[in-house]
């Protein structure tokens, strides 16, 4: 549990729970609790809401001490990943749902298809031309590697 969750419960403990009506009988705000005593009585014990509200904190507090000893690093990293992919996928999903809208009419002028910008066609003799360019810059670069290297071993 963390502890801004902790400490929201302390506050509302805190702060009184009549708050403009002070007048008001304590018997509304008190829960009666049986006990059992040596003999067939049972006895009444008065236990207020604000009492009610401490007990459960404080084990609150006891449960989130026991969790953190038991825990070590290795889980707290492992429900870090965890937290951050279930996230990313919640936004991926959320992104996908926004962009269905624009995708959705592929044949007016606010689809995304029209909003990108035209695409080269791929042509056959400008792709010959982009491979024989890259050989020749490969190969001139080979050359010269191959004249630095002489000249070392000259040296």
Same mark, same amino acid.
């Given at each position: 549990?963390? &502890? $801004? ?5 302390? @506050? ?12 008001? #009988? ?6 009666? =609790?049986?006990? $059992? ?27 989130? /001490? ?5 825990? &070590? ?7 870090? =990943? $965890? ?11 959320? /992104? @996908? ?7 959705? /009419?592929? =044949? &007016?002028?606010?689809?995304?298809? &029209?909003?990108?910008?035209? *695409?080269?066609?791929? #042509? ?8 024989? *360019? ?18 070392? #071993?000259?040296?």
């Amino acid at each position: 549990m963390s &502890s $801004k969750l902790v400490k929201k419960l302390l @506050l509302q403990a805190t702060t009184p729970l009549v708050s403009s009506n002070e007048d008001v #009988d304590d018997d509304s705000n008190q829960r009666y =609790r049986k006990k $059992k005593s040596t003999g067939n009585s049972t006895q009444k014990v008065v236990i207020s809401k604000e009492d009610i509200v401490q007990e459960h904190i404080d084990s609150i507090l006891r449960l989130d /001490n026991l969790t953190q000893s038991y825990t &070590s690093s290795t889980a707290k990293r492992s429900f870090d =990943r $965890k937290a951050t992919s279930i996230k990313q996928q919640s936004k991926e999903r959320r /992104n @996908l749902i926004k962009n269905r809208e624009k995708i959705s /009419n592929s =044949r &007016s002028s606010s689809s995304s298809f &029209s909003q990108k910008p035209q *695409e080269e066609r791929y #042509d056959k003799k400008r792709d010959k031309r982009r491979r024989e *360019e890259k050989s020749m810059t490969d190969l001139a670069k080979a050359m010269k590697k191959m004249k630095k290297r002489k000249k070392k #071993d000259a040296i």
